[in-house]
Structure formats: C-alpha cells, structure tokens
C-alpha cells in the first residue's frame, strides 16, 4: 500500500538532515509485520534477495532485465556516471556517529550501496546518468502494538533527461514493479517466519 509523504517526512529519521536536496518519490509500507526486535531480520532479507532469486521474476524480471540492457547499450551506467564519480556518495555527508555506525550490507540483486545502519534505519544508495537514489528502509510501529517496514523512495534526477526518465517509468513502478517486488517480499517474509516458528 503506498502511504502519504507524511509517513515518512514526520518521523525523526536521520535521512533528512541527508536529503534536503532531494525529492520524495514514494513512500510504502511492507507486508513485514513484526516485533521490536525484527529490523536486523528486513534488512538481511532485502540485502539477501539476489541470492534467493527473489526480488525479481516475472515481468518485473522482464522489465528490469530490458532495462539493464538499455543501460549497458545507452551507457546510462557506467562507473563514470555513479557514486564518486558523476555524483558524491551520501556517506561524505554523514555526521561522526553515523560514520562511525554500521554500514550495513549491500544489496545483491541491484545496484545500491550502502549508506547507514541504524536500529530502524537503513538506507542504501545508487548513480547512473539518469538519477541519484536512495532507498530508506525503516521499521515503524503499526499502531496495534506490533511493527512493520516502511520503505521511501528518494531521487534527484540528473537535468531534464533524467526527470522525463522519472516521469516516463512512474507507471512501470506502480503497476508493475511495485506490486509484484512488494508480494514477493512478504512471501518470504512469511516463510521465513514460519521456518522459524518451526524450528
């Protein structure tokens, strides 16, 4: 379920003292309902999708198979067009104690780095010629006593090209990528938890 901005701009999170230069995409919830404890348990999942094949199939797998290759083919993702090169790694802006936090792991099965490591937090973060993007993992209550992951999208787009790329690929995201990476998710979710409950 996609949430208002809100959810995630009204929260303390310390990606906004990060981000001020960057826009707020999408914010959503996670079908990953847990306790307090249950944060370290998302993100090894998160970080571990490619391994599992996971995170894409279908035609998500479809969609970002082709557009890896429209990256390799364009030059959209060269090593000169990331972090470091065309555009700073968020990590030279993190304040000491979060320099000196984990660092946490680095996705798999896309192209993210990671950023930070906190006990609710975790945001990773990717380049190409067409944008600069963070994601932000973060673990919330859900009101009814239990707890839940929470996941904000935040770009900036490099110039003209790569906002009409943002605005051409939005309804891709929303009517295909989203739902399909989204169950997938809480699918393992649930059959690790009840992998666990077993043992």
Same mark, same amino acid.
């Given at each position: 379920?996609?949430?208002?901005?809100?959810?995630?701009?009204?929260?303390?999170?310390?990606?906004?003292?990060?981000?001020?230069?960057?826009?707020?995409?999408?914010?959503?919830?996670?079908?990953?309902?847990?306790?307090?404890?249950?944060?370290?348990?998302?993100?090894?999942?998160?970080?571990?999708?490619?391994?599992?094949?996971?995170?894409?199939?279908?035609?998500?797998?479809?969609?970002?198979?082709?557009?890896?290759?429209?990256?390799?083919?364009?030059?959209?993702?060269? @090593? +000169?067009?990331?972090? #470091?090169? /065309?555009?700073?790694?968020?990590?030279?802006?993190? %304040?000491?104690? $979060?320099?000196?936090?984990?660092?946490?792991?680095?996705?798999?099965?896309?192209?993210?780095?990671?950023?930070?490591?906190?006990?609710?937090?975790?945001?990773?973060?990717?380049?190409?010629?067409?944008?600069?993007?963070?994601?932000?993992?973060?673990?919330? @209550? +859900?009101?009814?006593? #239990?707890? /839940?992951?929470?996941?904000?999208?935040?770009?900036? %787009?490099?110039? $003209?090209?790569?906002?009409?790329?943002?605005?051409?690929?939005?309804?891709?995201?929303?009517?295909?990528?989203?739902?399909?990476?989204?169950?997938?998710?809480?699918?393992?979710?649930?059959?690790?938890?009840?992998?666990?409950?077993?043992?």
């Amino acid at each position: 379920m996609r949430l208002p901005r809100t959810a995630h701009t009204a929260r303390p999170w310390r990606i906004h003292e990060l981000t001020r230069d960057f826009h707020l995409e999408d914010v959503w919830v996670l079908p990953t309902p847990g306790g307090p404890d249950d944060f370290p348990r998302l993100v090894r999942q998160f970080a571990s999708a490619g391994e599992s094949h996971q995170a894409f199939s279908g035609a998500a797998g479809a969609l970002y198979a082709v557009r890896r290759g429209l990256g390799r083919l364009l030059g959209w993702d060269r @090593p +000169d067009h990331g972090l #470091g090169s /065309r555009v700073p790694s968020l990590r030279d802006r993190l %304040p000491a104690d $979060l320099r000196a936090a984990p660092r946490g792991p680095n996705p798999t099965i896309v192209p993210f780095t990671s950023v930070y490591l906190t006990d609710t937090e975790w945001v990773a973060e990717s380049a190409n010629q067409t944008v600069h993007a963070v994601a932000h993992i973060g673990w919330v @209550p +859900d009101g009814n006593g #239990g707890y /839940r992951g929470q996941m904000a999208m935040l770009v900036r %787009p490099n110039g $003209l090209f790569g906002k009409a790329y943002m605005t051409a690929i939005a309804p891709i995201r929303y009517l295909l990528i989203y739902p399909s990476v989204f169950s997938r998710i809480g699918r393992r979710w649930q059959a690790l938890a009840d992998h666990t409950q077993d043992s």
